[in-house]
């Protein structure tokens, strides 16, 4: 039965971990992260639990993950404005590494994760999301 419950609390913590961390897949943030490392993340949403609000949480300067209207895959950028248009806030944002912000604003609801910070720095392992790029083909 000990054993059991072992498994089990491993499972978790992995599930709990897994869902906090994501793999870059690009160059566009370079040099504060390259493809191949992982960012550490709080979420909007994590098995119902709401860890930040979008709407409030979220500033210029803050790297986050969204679900983009002209990408297929979650792309992880910086605020650089925001702005109310009709009584909804939208988010311009833009990879730190390229010379244009993305070609659509972001509402709130498609920010699902915010890139931690300590200390104003992010929270970057590098190198190690190499293998998963590996496994999706990326």
Do not use: C
């Not at 072992?6 to 906090?20: C, G, P, R």
């Not at 566009?28 to 949403?45: K, L």
Request: charged share 20%; no cysteine; proline share 6%.
């Amino acid at each position: 039965m000990k054993e059991a419950a072992s498994y089990i609390i491993i499972i978790l913590v992995a599930v709990l971990l897994a869902s906090h961390l994501n793999v870059v897949v690009s160059g566009s943030m370079e040099p504060s992260f390259y493809r191949g490392d992982i960012v550490a993340v709080e979420n909007t949403n994590l098995f119902g639990i709401q860890e930040f609000n979008p709407e409030n949480d979220v500033h210029v300067g803050d790297v986050v993950v969204y679900d983009a209207t002209w990408y297929p895959e979650p792309v992880v950028h910086r605020v650089i404005d925001e702005q109310t248009i009709n009584g909804t806030k939208y988010f311009e944002i833009k990879g730190d590494n390229n010379p244009k912000p993305d070609p659509a604003l972001v509402t709130s609801d498609q920010i699902k994760a915010k890139v931690l910070t300590i200390g104003g720095h992010l929270i970057v392992i590098p190198k190690i999301g190499y293998i998963t790029l590996a496994f999706r083909g990326l």
